[in-house]
Each structure stands twice: as structure tokens, then as C-alpha cells.
């Protein structure tokens, strides 16, 4: 993985979903002739402005049966099978006769092996970025959020990815019960937040310093409305 961006997110994604197989992470940009790596690329460098700011990972995990082939114990053989095969007395196989089938009987199995069927819990890695799929409300995730609007640098090092990325990108947890955590994220983070909200005055910079006199900044006031307006349809939610 030659670019520090997707190591950052791949370490984000594995540290929040509890994965440790890096197989995972690999297959799902190689997957489907690399069209998650190629969109994961214009995600990074902001390529598409008209596409979606947000990206999604998540897992799914199925059982699959296999057929595996076990050593066992061979039980020896007692003193009446040896008569037994002296003896010619051993048991034969009854022959066809002429115009009957013949049963067809899979191979026997190798003395000292049995096949024995087990199953395997496979677990596949998924990216979803505008289109969202309904597997989402079953499975646990980890979202971005693009947080700027102008291509994300290429980090020179992987300590450079870590202090560079953050800036540009907020993820979070997303499990399957999204409503209910939107609602307390809604009540119990945004709204205190926003009603504590005070409008502070921009500090004056050569620019302002400039504006004609009686020329005032409509800015503070349309903010307060947009709050006010946004804690209206959260109480309403």
C-alpha cells in the first residue's frame, strides 16, 4: 500500500471494527478490477466535487461449510477376522446380473482418515461511497466525513499521515441501530452545543479596517438564525 492516506484510513477502519486480518483490507481494493481503489483515490483527492462527502467501510460475515479430511484411530483386527479371511468365509459383494444397474458408491476413504465437514465464518470488507446500501442497517461500520474542499495531500510518511489526515477527515463508529444513536447524538451533544452558542464579534483585520463607515456584517445574524432554526426541527425530531 504504497499511499499513507489509505494506510491512515485502514488503520482507523481495523482499530474500530476490531480487525486484525490484513487480507481483508486488500482484497476490497482489489476486488472488481480496483474500482473501490480507484474511488477511493478520487475521494482522497477530490476529484468529483459533485460526488458525495462521505464514505463508508464495513464488514459482513457469512458460515461456509468445508469438507476437510481428519486422521482417526484404526481399530486392529481380532482373531475372527484372520479366520475368517483363511477361511475364504469373508463376505463378497453380491455380482449384477445381466440388465441390472449398477450403484454408483462414492471412493472409499483412505484407512486412518475420515472426512469430516466443519464451518468456517468468512468475513469480506465492503466500501460504500454515495449510493448506500440496505446491508448498512445490519452491519456495523466506520464513516468518513470530507471536511475540506480541495484535494487531501499525499503525506511523505506515515507519521505525517497521522498529524496531517485528521484535519481533513472526521469518521466515526456507525453500527446498525443508526436512528436511535442520531437521536441521542441530536439531544445530548448538538443541542447543549448549539444553545450555548455564543455569537462572538470576528476580530478586525486590515481588510474590515477598510470597510466604510455604517457598512455593517449581516454574517452574526444569519447564523443565529440558522441555529435557531436547526434547534426548532431538532426538538420537532
Not at 460475515?61 to 469373508?90: H, L, R, W
Not at 464579534?201 to 455604517?214: L, T, V
Request: hydrophobic share 30%.
Amino acid at each position: 500500500m504504497d499511499d499513507y492516506r489509505d494506510q491512515w484510513m485502514k488503520n482507523q477502519v481495523f482499530l474500530s471494527l476490531d480487525l486484525d486480518d490484513d487480507s481483508l483490507f486488500e482484497d476490497l481494493l482489489e476486488r472488481d478490477e480496483y474500482i473501490h481503489t480507484i474511488t477511493l483515490q478520487k475521494y482522497l483527492d477530490y476529484d468529483d466535487p459533485e460526488s458525495s462527502n462521505s464514505i463508508i467501510f464495513y464488514t459482513e460475515s457469512y458460515e461456509k461449510e468445508e469438507k476437510i479430511e481428519v486422521e482417526v484411530e484404526i481399530a486392529p483386527k481380532t482373531s475372527s477376522n484372520f479366520d475368517d479371511e483363511e477361511d475364504g468365509s469373508q463376505t463378497k459383494s453380491p455380482q449384477p446380473q445381466d440388465g441390472e444397474e449398477v450403484e454408483e458408491r462414492p471412493p472409499p476413504t483412505p484407512p486412518g482418515k475420515k472426512i469430516q465437514i466443519i464451518k468456517k465464518t468468512i468475513v469480506t470488507m465492503h466500501m460504500a461511497h454515495g449510493d448506500l446500501t440496505e446491508k448498512l442497517t445490519e452491519n456495523s461500520g466506520i464513516f468518513f466525513l470530507r471536511t475540506t474542499k480541495k484535494p487531501i495531500p499525499i503525506p511523505t510518511s506515515q507519521a505525517h499521515a497521522d498529524e496531517m489526515v485528521p484535519g481533513c477527515l472526521s469518521f466515526s463508529f456507525l453500527n446498525s441501530r443508526p436512528l436511535p444513536i442520531l437521536e441521542q447524538v441530536m439531544l445530548n451533544l448538538f443541542s447543549p452545543l448549539l444553545a450555548t452558542y455564543s455569537l462572538q464579534k470576528p476580530k478586525d483585520s486590515p481588510k474590515s479596517a477598510k470597510k466604510e463607515k455604517g457598512k455593517t456584517d449581516d454574517a452574526p445574524q444569519v447564523r443565529s438564525v440558522v441555529r435557531d432554526e436547526f434547534l426548532i426541527n431538532m426538538s420537532k425530531f
